[in-house]
């Protein structure tokens, strides 16, 4: 299964496995997260709903992208500026791809409805 997700800005093709450069996302090298606009999921040539669909990815370091020059300069007028760059990244490591958001939320809640149920005869 892939997916299209969007975040710093730019869309990525993901599937399980893969391994992509972001722009800087908070965490550490380890941390599990959740990238959660996706934009569209599918299948072997079938098209899912993606608003059901989560990734989560492990965030495998921290790190800088390549060095980009901007040089700047005004002919005849002994003007030039000379500068540097490095995009902070943050390496990800896409877990899975699939599973059902809403579903998760749904078994979370039914625990806590019954576990209110039986305080209220106890307390007779």
Known sequence: MFAVVRTGGKQYRVAAGDKIAVE???????????LGDVLIAGNDGEIADAAKVVVSAEIIAQAKSEKVIVFKKRRRHNYRRKN????????LRILTVGGEEKKAAKKAAAPKAEAAAPEAPAAE
């Open 84 to 91: 540097g760059h490095r995009q902070q990244l943050t390496l």
């Open 24 to 34: 800087k996302l908070a965490g550490e090298a380890g941390d599990k997260i959740t």
